[in-house]
């Protein structure tokens, strides 16, 4: 039987004035140590997934990138199958893989307090926020999830803005990954017959970048509740380091004969997990594909995960690339404003591929 709120604290506990307006989030709840699941995390059962044992996502190896073109074959083969694929030796070095992690534990460290002084209410910028879970004011169940999400405006505003415990290891994430996210957007265009990126197409695929830094405590049951529910990403392409715990599931065989369900993605130490997002379906017109995931928690660590979002601009109006309408293919999608895009996923509760309706023609 599901636990009641009352077993999991005091009658007297208000646990979203805790969790949300003093800034402790679900750290800040599972350092309480308490036993059981708070009934406000317990999500309906279809938000629940069915797992597939002994399928994986593709482990490609980057090593050779210059020499031998199947390797970006395979990258643009895993983005049209799965949408999501592993790389290792990928040329961003392991110390600042290792660095974010570790200012990534600095960061929530700290006092909730302090936290707090980044939360949507207090920050003094739109590009800066502290929160927990995803919409709480949509959700029906909340999500085991804090998050400190930073938009890049500029490495001024950045040394200004971002929390001093994380922004030079975050800022040094963010630029390596812009060169290995180029070239695999060159060879994913190619693909497409799209020769050059010239400056328009890197407005639209690579005009803005965000990074979120996750954190999962341990959970009392994670089987009730969701770190993340299943979402796909609204960027162009995802960067995700994730730690040594797991937890990663993403949506295999949606809509075909095979058996529809879900795969884990295991950590393999220095490696990085990409997938497409919405805008890169969009752009590409369907042909690689944004494909739901979902995180489950521990119930026995706290697991950290880092996402860097490559995206258009938000003033950019995003829709099928022209190349490949006037190569005759019917457009699937609309123009939007990315912006308006961007706002209507997180202005509603996690719903799996559904932000992509919004587009569809
Ligand atoms: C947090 O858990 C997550 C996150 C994700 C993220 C997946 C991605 O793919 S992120 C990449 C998104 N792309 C961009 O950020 C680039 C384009 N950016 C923009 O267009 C704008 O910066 C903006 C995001 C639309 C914000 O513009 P602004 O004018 O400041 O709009 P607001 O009215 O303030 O915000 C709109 C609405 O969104 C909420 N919101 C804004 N930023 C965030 C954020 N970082 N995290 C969560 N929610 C955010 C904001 O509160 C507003 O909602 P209201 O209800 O308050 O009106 C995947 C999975 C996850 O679990
Ligand atoms: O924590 C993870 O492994 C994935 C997180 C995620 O999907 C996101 O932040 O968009
Ligand atoms: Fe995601």
């Not at 936290?115 to 995803?134: A, C, D, I, Q």
């Not at 029906?140 to 994380?166: M, T």
């Not at 489950?296 to 829709?319: E, L």
Request: proline fraction near 6%; aromatic fraction near 8%.
């Amino acid at each position: 039987m599901a636990p009641t709120l009352a077993e999991s604290a005091t009658d007297s506990f208000d646990l979203t004035d805790f969790v949300i307006n003093q800034g402790n989030g679900v750290k800040g709840l599972s350092d309480l140590g308490i036993k059981s699941l708070p009934i406000q995390y317990i999500q309906p059962q279809e938000a629940l997934i069915n797992i597939i044992p002994n399928e994986s996502i593709p482990v490609i190896d980057m090593s050779n990138w210059e020499n031998d073109p199947k390797i970006a074959e395979s990258v643009c083969e895993a983005a049209e199958r799965f949408g999501f694929f592993q790389l290792v030796n990928h040329g961003v070095p392991l110390e600042v893989l290792e660095g974010v992690e570790d200012a990534t534990h600095g960061f929530f460290g700290l006092p909730a307090a302090v936290k707090r002084t980044y939360s949507k209410e207090l920050s003094p910028s739109n590009s800066v926020r502290f929160g927990t879970s995803f919409s709480p004011d949509s959700e029906k169940a909340l999500e085991w999830k804090d998050y400190l999400s930073l938009f890049y405006v500029s490495d001024d505003e950045a040394n200004a803005l971002w929390p001093p415990q994380c922004k030079d290891e975050c800022l040094e994430y963010m630029k390596k990954a812009e060169i290995l996210c180029k070239k695999l957007l060159t060879a994913l265009m190619e693909r497409l017959n799209i020769k050059e990126i010239d400056e328009k197409k890197e407005s639209l695929l690579m005009g803005s970048r965000r990074i979120n830094l996750n954190y999962y405590p341990r959970c009392p049951n994670p089987q009730l509740t969701v770190g993340v529910g299943r979402h796909s990403d609204v960027s162009s392409l995802t960067f995700l380091l994730q730690d040594e715990i797991g937890g990663l599931y993403v949506r295999v065989n949606e809509g075909k004969g095979d058996e529809d369900g879900w795969v884990h993605v295991p950590p393999i130490k220095g490696s990085l997990v990409i997938n497409v997002g919405d805008a890169l379906q969009i752009l590409s017109n369907g042909r690689y594909r944004s494909v739901e995931h979902c995180v489950i928690a521990s119930g026995s660590k706290n697991r950290i995960s880092i996402p860097v979002f490559v995206n258009p601009k938000p003033t950019d109006v995003i829709g099928p690339l022209p190349e490949l309408l006037a190569a005759g293919e019917k457009p699937k999608y609309k123009n939007i404003l990315y912006s308006d895009y961007v706002k209507h996923f997180f202005r509603k509760a996690h719903d799996g591929k559904k932000t992509v309706e919004f587009a569809e023609v």
